[in-house]
């Protein structure tokens, strides 16, 4: 089974901190993609990266940015945490073409 | 832009009664299309998927078929029960594109 694991369950922040947020995944996926989930807005694509040191933005980039120097590990940095990104964060991987994106158990993040 | 949209939630029934879930999306070309569960505190788990006009996806008694005459991709089960409690989303995935786009997701209370 596929297994994407998240570094935490659960963090607590304070306003202007610098926030990092780490996923690994063990199935050599090529992609990988980070998602804030908001009530009433499902899920919404922050960033992904399609290979070691690439990355695209996704939908809502700002006040986020993504690192990925090894192929199974994807960061997720808040750059100066606001109270407005308080949210669940969920990690995934995928392979190619319709293979499907395999999650996380997500990050409950609160921005204080 | 590719677009899903969800029936609103909650939806409620009693154990053993029959559920649909309606999906229907807008897209170019010829995307594959996914439904997701999430179980209170965890991930997206994949639950379904189907990949081109006609196919029917199934799993764990759910089953949803790709209509492409009607852009739809509807979740039914026929007889639900508690623990099918959960918040579910339908997704697509275009052609040649990595990214997932998810609907607002819905959320199933099955009571006894």
């Known amino acids: 089974d596929v297994k994407v694991t998240q570094s935490s369950r659960y963090l607590v922040k304070r306003t202007g901190e610098k926030v990092f947020l780490e996923c690994v995944q063990d199935?050599?996926?090529?992609?990988m993609f980070w998602y804030r989930q908001d009530p009433g807005l499902g899920l919404r694509l922050i960033y992904f990266?399609?290979?070691?040191?690439?990355?695209e933005k996704g939908d809502i980039p700002e006040g986020y940015s993504v690192s990925r120097e090894k192929k199974e590990r994807f960061s997720l940095i808040l750059e100066s945490a606001s109270t407005n990104q308080t949210s669940m964060y969920l990690c995934?991987?995928?392979?190619?073409?319709?293979?499907?994106?395999?999650f996380g158990d997500g990050t409950r993040l609160s921005i204080l | 832009g590719d677009s899903v949209t969800q029936m609103e939630g909650p939806v409620t029934l009693s154990e053993e009664a029959f559920l649909t879930i309606n999906c229907t999306y807008t897209?170019?070309?010829?995307?594959?299309l996914f439904w997701y569960v999430q179980y209170p505190g965890e991930g997206l788990q994949l639950l379904l998927k189907?990949?081109?006009?006609?196919d029917k996806g199934s799993n764990k008694g759910f089953e949803a078929t790709y209509r492409k005459e009607t852009t739809s991709f509807h979740l039914e089960k026929g007889s639900v029960q508690v623990s099918d409690s959960a918040v579910y989303f339908c997704a697509l995935r275009n052609t040649g594109f990595q990214k997932l786009v998810f609907g607002t997701g819905t959320r199933l209370l099955v009571s006894p």
């Open positions: 995934a991987s995928g392979g190619k073409s319709n293979q499907p994106q395999h």
């Open positions: 897209a170019t070309g010829y995307p594959s």
């Open positions: 990266s399609y290979d070691v040191k690439m990355k």
């Open positions: 199935m050599d996926h090529e992609n």
């Open positions: 189907a990949t081109k006009a006609d």
